[in-house]
């Protein structure tokens, strides 16, 4: 094991221990985490968009909109966690996290056509790795349902099935995910910078880790709550 994948499992669980109890404590804790992730990665965004050679006009909007970007990401987060449940933030963050692994790990292995050349390291293979692995969060909340037997173990009191429902979830989640990525790695190319920044040993910064997850969570909720379309949360 080298050591730079020794620093991005050890940052990894120190991670998800803190999001894990944020999220479960109660949802003040919940929304502190919210506000000071969003911060920070507005702070990396902000430093990534004055690197960026455009007019100050276009950088005011840039800015702006990337603070209507992060209000939404919080609410969306918030609301979602105090009107269903925790598990269903963790699932659907879940759903994000695989999708990366999955982009990142297929792309890697496969290789193949390149996706765009927005971002010279994204595939078609990994693409179809992200929509693939998006699904495997499905089967860990299956399994774990099957096991415990209890209705309000997962989701409140509704059981967990896969269904049509879970799987257009799933895909979608991982598409805006992508595109989400897409975004931040145009900017930071046209930046010239590699990562957004340097605080996670092993990661970069904030916004790598969760730039997909900042486009995807606004979108299922809004979708969910305002366009009609209606899945079991």
Known sequence: ?????????????????IVLNCL????????????VVSFLCWLEFFNIVKKIKININLKGILNISSIILLLLFINSAY??????APD?????LLVCI??????????????????????????MSGSLGSFLFSLFPSGIFIILYEITKLDNFLFSSKPFYFENSIIIL????????QIGDL?????????????????LPGHGGILDRID?????????YYLNNYFGIIWWF
């Open 24 to 35: 479960y404590i109660n949802n003040y804790s919940w929304l502190i985490l919210l506000f």
């Open 79 to 84: 609301r979602i966690k105090i009107t269903s």
């Open 170 to 177: 799933c895909i979608l989640l991982s598409f805006v995910c």
């Open 1 to 17: 094991m080298t050591k730079e994948l020794k620093k991005r499992i050890i940052t990894s669980v120190v991670l998800l221990t």
């Open 98 to 123: 695989f999708s990366d692994i999955g982009g990142y790990v297929v792309g890697k292995t496969i290789g193949g056509k390149k996706l765009t050349k927005i971002s010279p390291n994204k595939t």
């Open 88 to 92: 269903i933030i963790l699932f659907l």
């Open 183 to 199: 975004i931040i790695s145009y900017f930071k190319r046209m930046a010239k910078l590699k990562d957004t920044g340097k605080i």
């Open 212 to 220: 997909g997850i900042i486009f995807a969570i606004p979108a299922i």
